[in-house]
Each structure stands twice: as C-alpha cells, then as structure tokens.
C-alpha cells in the first residue's frame, strides 16, 4: 500500500538520531525514546502530522527503540485539555508492512496489519523490527483526556482512575475491524489534498469516534462500567458537553470550547441546555464549580482562596458574590463551620 502520510515527511536520513529526535518533536514531548542496542545504519524515515488532541506518525527504520510515555506529559492544546486523571498520552501502534516484536511490560505480541498495540500513559513498550520486508507502522498519539471525556459520554460519568487498556488488540475480530477502519480513515483524511477534510472540526469529530471505538473494543480496568451503556434521557451533543465539563471543570473553559468537544455549534449547544437542563450552559458550570468548591471547603483544611484558584477561579470578589447567592451564605462561613 502507498506510504502512508505520504505528503508530511519529517525526517528521511541514514542517522537515527534524525528519527528519535523527529519523533520527540512530533509527538510534542509526549515520549521520551532511547535506542535498544547501538545506534545502527540504514534508511530512517518518518512521516506525521500533529494536531491538537493527537499527533500520528508512520515509522520505517530497522532500529529497535524503547518508548516511554510519561504520565503528565501529554501536550495541552488550549482551554481544558489537561484533563483529570489523564494528563499524559495513549497511542495505538499498528503494522502497515513487515513486522514488529513489542513488548510492553510483561506482555508481549508481534505487531502487524493484524495486531495492534496499545500503550497507556506511564508504560513503556520495547519495539524491535523483524528481519525481512522494510517494516513501516503507525504510531497514532492521543491525548488522554480525550479518553476520558469520551469514557464520560458512554458511562455517564469520568472515570475514578486512569483508564488502563490491555497490550494487544485484535485487528482481524469485528471490534477491532471497527477501529482499524477508523484509524486509515484518518489517515485517508489527512492524506486528502481537500481543504475539508484538513478541518479541525472534521479531524475532532473523527478522533472522537476512534476512541469510543476503542473503549468498546478492547478491554480495559473500566470496562465494567460500561456495559450498561450511556445515560439515558439527553442527546449525545449534551452529553458529550457534560462529560467535557466535567473531566475540563477547574480549567477555564468558555462556551465555544464547550461547543467544540459537544461537535455543535454555540447557538444549538445553548438551546440543548435549555430544553434539557433549563438553564444556559455557562450557568451549570458556575454552578457546578461552586458546587464543588463548596465540597472542597468542607472536606479540607486549605484557605478559601486556594480552593477557588483550584477551581478555576480568577477573581475572588466575584466568586464570594456568586457564591453568597448561590448557598446564602459566605465562603468564610463555610469554612468555619469545618
């Protein structure tokens, strides 16, 4: 098959320093790469494309490498895109040509066209080229707090802890045809010369529906709360918007950000809070961070003030008018009744 990303060559050179320092800067920072044995020769190439919430590159080099993917090390892209307990990055390494021994752990598996692995924020895999035809794979980095947010929109509800997925996934069964698919529909798409398809609300919406593909097909330590399926009673635009604020709430995050990860626009995105909530999107996320600011105040020992900046509060004359209004009385008073 052609060369995937064939039209965004970052690197293509006979030193592999030119690779680990290409995919260190493609990646954002998000890995940190060293080389299994000595630095080798031969043909090094890499093509990828960054963009915000993921980053996707297609490797062809015979060098064996260790990656790591620090926690907390994940790029932010604008207001909200820290997240809660997915700070760092997941990414999804699939065979295009050749084959790759990985391992990851203690686990280990032979990527392909027909296994993919998947790595989560923290690990570190070991990947080591099989001798034969020139291997080339894709390396597909997502932010994790995409993970959660869309964890959020199935389960109605974050996840407690950081979603941990299993090594190996199944390309050839028919969850991880579904994923499979969605991966070289992206690259289809950012391989396309048509301004359309270069659109961020595209490449967004696109993302979005690989990573519930993902958390529906391969098993994970949250697996379980999943099965019942999403909540009902909203659209999926409202719910998508709920588990935005949720996982992004002590972020400063405004109502076109809130529109962007519900996939609709401002106007729409206020009318489905409306019909469903009864009040303007802004409105629950004021209340909802005075709400827990509320029970930070109670639960802890820490100052007023640093609870609010905690939450995303900049200006503390208006937070203790807001939320004098909202629970009758003062932040103060709350925290004297500790």
């Known amino acids: 098959m052609p060369t995937p990303l064939r039209n965004h060559l970052i690197t293509s ?15 954002g920072g998000a890995i ?11 043909d090094h190439e890499l093509h990828g494309v960054a963009a915000p919430d993921f980053a996707v590159g297609c490797f062809a080099s015979p060098l064996g490498v260790r990656v790591t993917s620090p926690e907390g090390r994940g790029r932010a892209h604008g207001p909200g895109r820290r997240g809660g307990h997915g700070s760092g990055s997941y990414f999804i390494n699939i065979g295009v040509s050749g084959a790759i021994s990985a391992s990851r752990g203690g ?3 032979t990527l392909d066209e027909a296994t993919a692995g998947v790595v989560n924020p923290g690990d570190t895999q070991e990947l ?25 929109v199935l389960a109605g509800q974050p996840p407690v802890s950081t979603v941990r997925f299993d090594f190996a996934l199944d390309l050839a069964k028919p ?3 579904a994923v499979r698919l969605l991966v070289r529909s992206l690259i289809e798409q950012l391989d396309s010369g048509d301004p359309l398809f270069q659109r ?10 690989l990573v519930t593909a993902l958390l529906l097909a391969q098993p994970h330590s949250h697996t379980g709360a999943l099965h019942d399926g999403p909540r009902p009673g909203h659209p999926r635009s409202l719910r998508a918007a709920l588990a935005f604020i949720e996982v992004n709430l002590a972020e400063h995050i405004g109502l076109d950000d809130i529109a962007g990860a519900a996939g609709c626009s401002p106007r729409t995105l206020s009318s489905a809070f409306r019909g469903g909530l009864g009040i303007p999107p802004m409105s629950y996320v ?21 609870v609010a900046y905690r939450w995303g509060v900049s200006h503390l004359g208006r937070f203790a008018a807001a939320y004098r209004a909202r629970f009758a009385e003062l932040p103060s008073e709350t925290a004297a009744r500790r």
């Not at 961020?200 to 919406?205: G, I, K, P, T, V």
């Open 32 to 42: 940190v790469t060293s080389p299994l044995g000595e630095l080798s020769g031969g």
């Open 200 to 209: 961020a609300e595209l490449q967004r919406s696109q993302l979005r529906c």
């Open 286 to 306: 004021r209340n909802l961070r005075l709400d827990r600011i509320r029970e930070d105040i109670l639960a802890s020992g820490d100052p007023v003030g640093t």
């Open 13 to 27: 050179s006979r030193n592999p320093a030119d690779l680990l320092n290409a995919a260190t800067r493609l990646f």
């Open 107 to 109: 686990l280990q598996t």
């Open 175 to 177: 969850k991880g045809r």
């Open 128 to 152: 080591r080229p099989l001798r034969g035809r020139r291997t080339r794979f894709l390396g597909l980095r997502i932010d994790a707090a995409q993970v959660d947010q869309e964890f959020a």
